[in-house]
């Protein structure tokens, strides 16, 4: 990769980041993290949070748009 689609790589990471950032938020991904599947335990001042199916969807987006980058490169 050249310096300038590595340049391009960086400034589209970063817009997808800002995005991300805005929509955390305004609050439109707050059933991220709540989705069933997601273990939670609370005991006397324990608190043991697994977000098991939560990571399943990140795997799948990524892998999605890793995807998409590979087969329109």
């Known amino acids: 990769?050249?310096?300038?689609?590595?340049?391009?790589?960086?400034?589209?990471a970063g817009g997808g980041l800002l995005i991300i950032g805005l929509l955390l938020w305004s609050g439109a991904l707050g059933w991220f993290g709540r989705l069933p599947g997601d273990l939670r335990f609370e005991r006397d001042g324990v608190r043991v949070y697994v977000?098991?199916?939560?990571?399943?969807?990140?795997?799948?987006?990524?892998?999605?748009?890793l995807w998409l980058v590979r087969r329109l490169s």
């Open 51 to 65: 977000p098991i199916v939560s990571m399943i969807v990140v795997s799948l987006v990524l892998s999605a748009l």
């Open 1 to 12: 990769m050249n310096e300038r689609g590595l340049g391009v790589a960086l400034a589209i």
